[in-house]
């Protein structure tokens, strides 16, 4: 009887203590939910940079080919409240193939969607704008607005000039755009000085990934920030080279033969994990890989034997359903594909060891 009434009568004293504790873990959780802003409001006016991930042509895309951007961030883990990761899913609103040596190809399209990691998406009106000095300023807290003045303009790239593809303003013109359209002025255009300093034959507009691209806003757009539980760990930080490697030359070895890498995008260290490039590391394996734009998934084949990956996981999906956690998920580095070195060790069911001596990473079977 004793027991039983000491037990009521701790209980009965412990209990405004464990109320008070917990009053404050949720007044604590309260405090930081007020902290937080319900909604962001980005003002009319405001310019989203993007970086293109889906190559674009003016004679291989076709009018409503589906297409993605990522917002830049540069070194801040978000810009205006949009975190890494966010993407901008955009549609082929033209393409036209370039005609001949006077008529250029031309490119018009469009953002539509604005999609958040975690999947949120919000409906979103944009225009094309150049990110030069004349068009656009950037403000102290890092916002990129459209100078003051600056009206709407219908942006088209068009295929002239030294870069694979302008920017240009159509001016009213409703004709067909040729050679003597931009020199007489129908078109405002990016560059323009480096078109008219020579003569330029007309070509097709090349757009790669990784092509910066500029967004006005035209109406405000209104989004719920996110937790940081809610941003996936590979938008939340990008690997990238730590200081003390970026000036580094690193090699790669397949068993004996040395593995080349072009000039774009080399195989680089930070911290503990490599990245490399996919192409040309499956091809020194000797494996057949296949990657899909729109779901973002590589393939790699080998025989009868598959392997799939998707960018931004770490979840690697072998033949026979099993699945392997590595260490990075695969990015898509200025429009590469880059994976860690574990998961070639996955595909090939090699080794990597590192020889500190001649800075190289070596993968065999011992």
């Known amino acids: ?49 993007v970086l293109l991930e889906t190559p674009l042509s003016s004679n291989k895309s076709r009018k409503g080919d589906r297409f993605t951007a990522v917002v830049r961030t540069s070194e801040r883990t978000t810009y205006l409240g ?17 005609r001949d ?4 190809g031309i490119l018009d399209i469009e953002f539509q969607r604005l999609r958040m990691p975690n999947g949120d998406s919000y409906e979103v009106v944009t225009s094309l704008i150049p990110l030069d000095e004349k068009s656009v300023e950037t403000q102290e807290d890092g916002r990129i607005v459209a100078r ?3 009206k709407r303009e219908h942006w088209k790239y ?4 030294a870069a694979a593809g302008a920017l240009f303003s159509i001016l009213g013109n409703r004709g067909r755009i040729t050679i003597e359209n931009l020199l007489l002025g129908g078109l405002a255009g990016l560059g323009a000085g480096q078109i008219l300093r020579g003569p330029q034959e007309a070509r097709d507009v090349q757009l790669k990934p990784g092509t910066e691209i500029g967004l006005r806003l035209e109406k405000p757009l209104r989004f719920r920030p996110l937790n940081e539980d809610e941003i996936p760990d590979e938008d939340r930080a990008p690997l990238t080279p730590t200081r003390e490697d970026s000036d ?18 080399k195989p680089f260290r930070a911290g503990d994990t490599w ?32 392997v799939r990956a998707t960018v ?46 001649t800075n190289t990473l070596v993968f065999d079977t011992d």
């Not at 949009?82 to 370039?98: F, S, Y």
């Open 158 to 161: 068009v295929g002239y000039g």
């Open 148 to 150: 003051p003045g600056r």
């Open 101 to 104: 040596n006077k008529t250029p």
């Open 248 to 265: 580094v030359e690193f090699g790669v070895m397949v068993r004996e033969r040395n593995v080349i890498f072009g000039s774009r995008n």
């Open 312 to 357: 931004g996981s770490r979840i690697v999906v072998l033949g026979d359903g099993s699945r392997r956690q590595i260490g990075r998920p695969l990015q898509m580095i200025n429009g590469e594909l880059m994976a860690p070195a574990q998961f070639y060790e996955v595909v090939s069911r090699m080794k990597a060891r590192y020889d500190e001596a």
């Open 1 to 49: 009887m004793q027991n039983i009434f000491s037990v009521a009568m701790a209980r009965w004293m412990l209990a405004p203590v464990l109320c008070g504790a917990l009053t404050g873990v949720v007044a604590r959780a309260d405090a930081a939910q007020q902290d937080r802003p319900r909604q962001v409001v980005l003002e009319e006016g405001t310019v989203l940079p």
């Open 275 to 306: 990245m490399l490039p996919v192409r040309p590391m499956l091809d020194a394996m000797g494996y057949q890989s296949r990657y899909t734009e729109s779901t973002r998934t590589l393939q790699v084949i080998d025989g009868d034997r598959r």
């Open 82 to 98: 949009l975190p890494q990761g966010t993407r901008l899913e955009g549609v082929v609103v033209e393409a036209t193939p370039k």
